[in-house]
């Protein structure tokens, strides 16, 4: 479960445009804290995965491993270039892809 935790982390912060160094300094941690986390070599407080799903604009569950990620078909056409970017990231790292 850590390294699902961590990877979801490391994810979410690339796919916000932050370094470790950014988000380190949101959290007053250090950015080598931010890589342990998401090397899968430090645990993750509950603290902290709600203070990363409030940076990164994701749930908690999600940050956790409990669910796949999901999108509002209903807001696709309003997105930003580099949301649009975002998404297609994602659907390219989906299993099943052609």
Do not use: Y
């Amino acid at each position: 479960m850590t390294q699902i935790i961590a990877n979801r982390i490391c994810e979410a912060r690339n796919l916000a445009g932050l370094s470790p160094a950014q988000v380190g300094k949101m959290l007053n941690l250090h950015s080598n804290h931010i890589l342990e986390i998401e090397a899968g070599t430090k645990t993750v407080s509950v603290q902290e995965i709600e203070q990363f799903a409030e940076i990164f604009e994701v749930s908690k569950s999600w940050l956790m491993g409990e669910q796949v990620a999901t999108v509002d078909i209903g807001k696709v056409h309003n997105l930003t270039p580099e949301d649009a970017n975002k998404l297609q990231t994602i659907l390219a790292s989906l299993p099943g892809k052609t």
